[in-house]
């Protein structure tokens, strides 16, 4: 009897069973978008292009690596170098004797500034000629001395150029005039320029460190088997430090793993996309699964008389909550699985703007599987059996003789088990938030979704309590004539329908809580980021590059420029330390020219130390004050990290910081980090005016600031470079854009989830009105007017909207309190300009929602309604 008592009531009462079929649809379109970027991030690979002749490939592991000893158990962690992690140039001789070697070739790629007659160029060295095979042919000329260079025919052709033209061009370690001496096949992978070898240690930034290795294997020798004699014979090569650290490991890689050393940003898009589908994911899902449980109960809940009616006629209560368990069964595969299709598009939509960005590699593509898509379709089916068998506990136990009477009579009181749960979730959220009040804002982050999650379950457990109170406090100017009669009877209402109100605040308070939360973590970072740049930066110019950056030589040129005071170059690059046992990144500034003149462009806010202690290529740092703190650190005490590509470097704390959020939390010179940075070019020069010079003045010359090569050399203008000349302003307004543009990810995930709490919180608003049948008709009866029924209609919506915006925006602020303290230093930052459209959208949805199904309530005769 259950499954055709389910089977009728789904066939011929679709309509109540609508909003449960929209809850699961979404939230499968959900869970399935964040599995497929987490399917992606896992299986992401890209193809070998470079490699693809050669089949196997020495490189450095990219991964700094800590085990962590607690008596017997061991422990690895890891974490990815912030820049390019290389190995000794040196290492292709070793390489090379080993017996299955046919031949080593060590490869490297570095950024190639031109001329205005020739796009950008990749530069690498001579030996790496042969690498990509038949490919890799000199087709005139001659291989390259020093002071030449063998260029790609088809750049050749498309520059007008041939052997014997001399070429300018700027490299991350200096520039110069270099003779075309030959021309070689037209590469695959672009542009490219081959120097000598020891030319391209030079101008790489990282001389005697290289990419990678590509060998080839002697006659007869399989791949897998010369990478397994390789890794015997290279075994040996990296040790662990006295730290239990691994940061130059080797890895000899074979088939699609090659590509990953030619794109070593794959490490990080992965990263990103497994943050998303995982971290993310995890949050969706939990919501999800908050958002049908809700509405499945909510949907039970307005049957109740159905199910009183069963009982009634003597249905036992095992039939009911079969009957409703069916129910579930019946429509939440279907709506998991047509959720399928919007939630691949969705993650199709995400993964493309990633990719735009830069943020994925290109090559990376979407794995769109069967997984994802069997645990949405699992995760809708089991959430809606979980809330099925819930919401019928009650009208299962409805005792037969007096099921229609109890039923249509709501609990006077909430059950123990309900109020006791409620009150452990408010326990929880108090100590969550008191325990990210002690952590630092990125372990305090870690708690956002915990906190969050546990006051909305006890708004959810204890909501009728807390709606009867809101609608109490709230609808006090109501009561009192605000709002005429309307205003009134909805303010009466709401009170003495607290648990009506209860399943249509929560939804709201979610979408507060949660794009509240997630949007102004963003915001407080990025105003506490701005204000320090603001406060920080005193040059009166700023020298950038729309392309990869600015030569080492570009400070010492602006200096020498007439009414020129102070000029610093400073290279953005990163490092990881230790701390509590784990491995943690952070920015890190290295600086050129004279560390002492620092202050005259860059107000870093010193606490302590001097930062013209920064001795040049010594092992000397400044630190940010809260990194200080957190590693228990203070003046002239020495400290471990990891440079760029993984190199340990010791070294002693010379000053400690504020401005950190803005600039790096640590700066170093720049010959201490250069030739570890993924790109030796200085990110900007800052320049600062003698007294009394012309600003104007000074601009227009460093506007034309020769880019000099070397020794014997000539010259060419800056705009050949995309040299750019900015002021104050114009630098701040640069690092506003780059933020913004670095946050894209942030808001999609805010928008992903508030967009799926609103259609809830729509969905569920419908649901509850079109439930007033009864009582829209009996107000009609007694006299009220269409006017009357849909002012008291809005009023509530206000309510209702209100009510949910305050406890959301309650929930949000103690959330963000600890996590904006610990990650800017400040209080929270609420920007006007996204709260306020957040707010008004709560409360057009809110008017929306209900003014749309009590229209169609009102077009129905009163009589006709309460039959």
């Avoid at 370690?173 to 030319?199: C, E, K, M, N, V």
């Avoid at 406060?535 to 020129?564: F, K, M, N, W, Y």
């Avoid at 805010?750 to 829209?776: K, Q, S, Y």
């Amino acid at each position: 009897m259950s499954n055709g008592l389910a089977r009728a009531s789904v066939r011929f009462r679709p309509a109540s069973f609508a909003g449960t079929f929209i809850a699961l649809l979404f939230a499968a379109a959900v869970i399935m978008a964040c599995g497929t970027m987490l399917q992606t991030g896992i299986t992401a690979t890209v193809p070998a292009v470079r490699y693809a002749n050669a089949p196997v490939v020495v490189a450095a592991d990219p991964d700094v690596e800590i085990v962590r000893r607690t008596g017997k158990k061991e422990k690895t962690y890891d974490r990815p170098v912030p820049g390019r992690a290389r190995v000794d140039a040196a290492l292709a001789r070793r390489v090379a004797a080993q017996p299955g070697v046919a031949a080593a070739r060590a490869d490297s790629a570095f950024p190639v500034q031109p001329g205005p007659v020739t796009p950008g160029l990749t530069g690498r060295g001579y030996a790496a000629l042969g690498i990509a095979g038949g490919a890799d042919t000199l087709v005139e000329g001659h291989a390259p001395a020093d002071g030449e260079v063998v260029l790609d025919a088809a750049t050749a052709r498309d520059a007008h150029l041939a052997p014997g033209t001399s070429l300018s061009l700027t490299a991350p370690g200096g520039s110069g005039t270099y003779r075309i001496s030959g021309l070689a096949a037209p590469q695959s992978a672009g542009p490219t320029a081959w120097f000598a070898d020891d030319t391209a240690g030079r101008l790489s930034g990282h001389p005697g460190r290289v990419d990678a290795i590509a060998v080839q294997p002697r006659e007869g020798v399989s791949a897998e088997g010369l990478a397994r004699q390789l890794r015997d014979a290279l075994r040996d090569t990296a040790g662990r430090d006295a730290a239990g650290a691994s940061p130059t490991g080797l890895r000899v890689v074979t088939g699609d793993t090659r590509g990953s050393v030619e794109q070593p940003a794959l490490g990080d898009g992965q990263t990103l996309l497994i943050a998303i589908g995982g971290s993310f994911g995890g949050s969706a899902t939990m919501v999800a699964v908050f958002v049908v449980v809700s509405t499945i109960a909510l949907a039970t809940g307005q049957r109740a008389r159905e199910f009183a009616l069963l009982r009634a006629v003597g249905a036992t209560p095992r039939q009911i909550r079969r009957t409703i368990a069916t129910e579930a069964v019946l429509v939440a595969p279907l709506a998991g699985l047509l959720g399928l299709v919007p939630g691949v598009l969705l993650a199709r939509w995400w993964f493309d703007g990633l990719a735009s960005r830069g943020a994925v590699p290109q090559g990376v593509g979407l794995d769109v599987g069967p997984l994802p898509a069997l645990v949405a379709v699992a995760t809708c089916l089991l959430a809606a059996l979980a809330a099925g068998h819930l919401a019928a506990r009650r009208p299962s136990g409805l005792r037969p003789s007096q099921a229609l009477g109890e039923a249509s009579v709501p609990p006077a009181r909430m059950g123990v088990v309900r109020t006791v749960l409620g009150v452990v979730a408010i326990a929880g959220g108090v100590v969550l938030t008191v325990v990210a009040a002690s952590l630092d804002g990125e372990n305090a982050a870690s708690t956002a979704l915990g906190v969050v999650m546990c006051f909305l379950l006890a708004i959810a457990l204890l909501g009728p309590w807390v709606a009867r109170i809101t609608a109490g406090v709230l609808g006090l100017p109501l009561r009192a004539g605000a709002g005429g009669a309307a205003g009134s009877l909805a303010a009466d209402n709401a009170r003495a329908n607290a648990r009506r109100l209860t399943s249509v605040l929560t939804p709201i308070a979610m979408v507060t809580a949660f794009c509240g939360t997630m949007l102004f973590i963003q915001s407080s970072v990025q105003h506490a980021t701005g204000e320090q740049v603001r406060d920080g930066i005193v040059a009166d110019h700023v020298l950038g590059s729309p392309g990869p950056g600015l030569p080492a030589t570009t400070v010492e040129q602006a200096a020498r420029v007439p009414g020129v005071d102070a000029a610093v170059g400073v290279l953005r690059t990163g490092a990881v330390y230790r701390s509590a046992g784990k491995l943690r990144s952070v920015g890190a500034l290295g600086v050129s020219g004279d560390p002492a003149e620092l202050p005259r462009v860059i107000d870093l806010g010193v606490r302590t130390g001097s930062i013209a202690d920064l001795a040049r290529g010594s092992d000397t740092v400044a630190l940010d004050v809260a990194l200080a703190d957190k590693l228990g650190l203070k003046t002239g005490d020495r400290a471990a990290f990891w440079l760029g590509d993984g190199t340990q470097a010791h070294l002693t704390v010379v000053a400690t910081y504020e401005r950190g959020l803005a600039f790096g939390q640590l700066v170093l010179p720049r010959e201490a980090v250069a030739a570890h940075a993924g790109v030796a070019y200085d990110s900007q020069v800052l320049v600062a005016d003698a007294p009394g010079a012309d600003r104007a003045g000074v601009s227009a010359r460093l506007a034309k600031l020769p880019a000099e090569a070397s020794a014997g050399g000539t010259a060419a203008t800056s705009a050949a470079y995309g040299l750019a000349v900015a002021d104050r302003a114009g630098y701040v307004a640069q690092t506003d854009r780059r933020r913004e543009a670095g946050d894209w990810a942030n808001s999609v995930m805010a928008g992903v989830l508030g967009g799926f709490a609103a259609i809830t919180a729509a969905n569920t608003l419908v649901m509850t009105v079109l439930d007033r049948r009864g009582e829209v008709s009996l107000l009609r009866l007694a006299g009220a007017t269409r006017r009357q029924v849909r002012g008291m209609m809005r009023w509530e919506a206000l309510l209702v909207a209100a009510a949910g915006l305050l406890l959301g925006s309650a929930i949000a602020w103690i959330t963000l309190v600890p996590i904006a303290r610990g990650l800017a230093g400040t209080a929270p930052y609420v920007p006007p300009g996204t709260a306020l459209p957040l707010a008004a959208a709560a409360v057009v949805l809110c008017l929306a929602a209900t003014a749309l199904p009590a229209r169609a309530l009102l077009r129905t005769r009163p009589l006709a309604a309460t039959d």
